[in-house]
T-cell receptor, first 111, second 112 residues
Framework: GEDVEQSLFLSVREGDSSVINCTYT??????LYWYKQEPGAGLQLLTY?????DMKQDQRLTVLLNKKDKHLSLRIADTQTGDSAIYFC???????????FGTGTRLQVFP | EADIYQTPRYLVIGTGKKITLECSQT?????MYWYQQDPGMELHLIHY???????EKGDLSSESTVSRIRTEHFPLTLESARPSHTSQYLC???????????FGDGTRLSIL
């Protein structure tokens, strides 16, 4: 079945760039999403990319998609302490129209 | 900005009680979803609905039930709460196929 994997932790210094990686298995994925979850809160949609795109940029966020390797990344430029959260990658399967979430990457930003 | 609301935000209640978690959205979305999430862990789909009078079970087996009598409302019910039901429950909605899901703030449920 479909599977989405992420590394569990990432620690960066304030002002540096953060890169969060994600791999998925479903080649029929239509959209791929990045969500942010702060402690005790729901998921906030950050950005998403259609599967026929290679890159999408939105202010400090850059999403790169390598469809051949089924690899998705989220780059956060000039990372701030307010960016500390758990980041979930999710794919939408064309076959089931359901979102499959990764395990989440906990980003910690230190001064 | 998405408008999807969940109540209560927090609930601590004893074993055996009947519980209803409320979820409402004002966007006219046809599709609605319930996820279960243990703290800091991945999300598991437990129920979804593609429209009024449509409900389906998700990938994770759950003793909860749902109903969809109105487009904007998708409540989740536990007939007899148990400590194993302690978790965070997240509701989401989307407009149509392959569109982003927008999430509520969740209900953190603790069963004593």
């Amino acid at each position: 079945g479909e599977d989405v994997e992420q590394s569990l932790f990432l620690s960066v210094r304030e002002g540096d760039s953060s890169v969060i990686n994600c791999t998925y298995t479903d080649s029929s994925s239509t959209y791929l999403y990045w969500y942010k979850q702060e402690p005790g809160a729901g998921l906030q949609l950050l950005t998403y990319i259609f599967s026929n795109m290679d890159m999408k940029q939105d202010q400090r966020l850059t999403v790169l998609l390598n469809k051949k390797d089924k690899h998705l990344s989220l780059r956060i430029a000039d990372t701030q302490t307010g960016d500390s959260a758990i980041y979930f990658c999710a794919e939408c399967s064309y076959n089931t129209d359901k979102l499959i979430f990764g395990t989440g990457t906990r980003l910690q930003v230190f001064p | 900005e998405a408008d999807i609301y969940q109540t209560p935000r927090y609930l601590v209640i004893g074993t055996g009680k009947k519980i209803t978690l409320e979820c409402s959205q004002t966007m006219g979305h046809d599709k609605m979803y319930w996820y279960q999430q243990d703290p800091g862990m991945e999300l598991h789909l437990i129920h979804y609905s593609y429209g009024v009078n449509s409900t389906e079970k998700g990938d994770l087996s759950s003793e909860s039930t749902v109903s969809r009598i109105r487009t904007e409302h998708f409540p989740l019910t536990l007939e007899s709460a148990r400590p194993s039901h302690t978790s965070q429950y997240l509701c989401a909605s989307s407009h149509r196929e392959n569109q982003p899901q927008h999430f509520g703030d969740g209900t953190r449920l603790s069963i004593l």
